[in-house]
């Protein structure tokens, strides 16, 4: 598993003009059960996403189709992580 922490490289308000596509490629994942869960930072320099069993090359894949890669909004610490205990609903 992975968490993923994000950090914006631009002003809110450049942010907030990606931050529908962002929400919507977020969407896909979850409905592709990659994702469980995600939101942002207090305060708001950045996000955090948590995913599901994927590899780093499935994970790699995912984040570069990230409208906030591919427009330079933000960059991704990338924390490789191995569960012990289950994750209850």
């Given at each position: 598993m992975f968490v993923l922490l994000s950090r914006y490289l631009k002003p809110l308000d450049e942010v907030d003009r990606v931050l529908a596509d962002h929400r919507a490629f977020l969407e896909r994942h979850y409905q592709a059960h990659h994702l469980l869960t995600s939101g942002p930072q207090n305060p708001r320099t950045g996000g955090v996403i948590v995913t599901h069993d994927l590899t780093r090359e499935q994970l790699e894949a995912?984040?570069?189709?990230?409208?906030?890669?591919?427009?330079?909004?933000?960059?991704?610490?990338?924390?490789?992580?191995?569960?012990?205990?289950?994750?209850?609903?």
């Open positions: 995912m984040l570069a189709e990230d409208p906030f890669t591919r427009h330079g909004i933000a960059e991704y610490e990338v924390v490789e992580f191995t569960p012990t205990r289950p994750i209850n609903p």
